[in-house]
């Protein structure tokens, strides 16, 4: 069946603006997860969805980072204002919600802030 | 908090000799682990996962590792390695409460010399 897919694959976008990125889970799947990637760095929790519970936004690094998930479907990752630290690659995941359930991951967003 | 140390950035291997691939971790209550694997513009994949059932944990692609409590380690190892498996490798340990919340190593990047 289709995975985790993500949208843009990439982005270039100027200091101070606004970007969204978007993630659409497998279908069925009820957690949510976002993550960030530096260039030769492992992944940094952000966000956490589960079904209609608060979400877990302890992972966000400043308050110009949100998310939104739709129900149990689509994500929406913005960042306000971009700085040059925010250049990655975003990831997003998502899984079953009960047990010790595998994350898949999408193939990411590359995010470059010039 | 948990907490995961990768101790090598990058392993060269020749074809056909044996791989390993050091993790140690941290945590204040039982984790679960993981090794997923990321190939050059793909995504990530999970390997293997260790739930505290059996302590040698068999995975995909002929990769194992072994849950060492008294060592806090979480080794990757293959007997033979192919030129297939270079690639990204991350040490994950996942949050009191099973999925959410993945700590993710720096990873190792895994070289093949034919």
């Known amino acids: 069946g289709a995975g985790v897919s993500q949208s843009p694959s990439n982005k270039v976008t100027e200091k101070g603006k606004d970007v969204e990125l978007r993630c659409d889970p497998i279908?069925?799947?009820?957690?949510l997860y976002w993550y960030r990637q530096r260039l030769g760095q492992g992944l940094e929790f952000l966000i956490y969805?589960?079904?209609?519970?608060?979400?877990?936004k302890s992972g966000l690094p400043s308050d110009r980072f949100s998310a939104e998930r739709t129900g149990e479907s689509v994500s929406t990752l913005t960042i306000q204002r971009t700085q040059q630290e925010d250049s990655a690659v975003y990831l997003c995941?998502?899984?079953?919600?009960?047990?010790?359930?595998?994350?898949?991951f999408g193939p990411g967003t590359r995010l470059t802030v010039t | 908090a948990q907490s995961v140390t990768q101790l090598d950035s990058h392993v060269s291997v020749s074809e056909g000799t044996p791989v390993l691939l050091r993790c140690n971790y941290s945590s204040s209550y039982s984790p679960s682990l993981f090794w997923y694997v990321q190939h050059p513009n793909k995504g990530l994949q999970l390997l293997l996962k260790y739930t505290s059932a059996a302590t040698l944990v068999k995975g995909i692609n002929g990769f194992e590792a072994e849950f060492k409590k008294s060592e806090t380690s979480f080794h990757l190892t293959k007997p033979s390695a192919h030129m297939s498996d270079a690639a990204e490798y991350f040490c994950v340990v996942s949050g009191p409460f099973g999925n959410e919340k993945l700590t993710f190593g720096t990873g190792t990047r895994l070289t093949i010399i034919p």
């Open positions: 995941a998502s899984s079953y919600r009960d047990g010790l359930r595998e994350q898949y």
């Open positions: 969805f589960q079904g209609n519970s608060a979400p877990d």
């Open positions: 279908s069925g799947h009820t957690a």
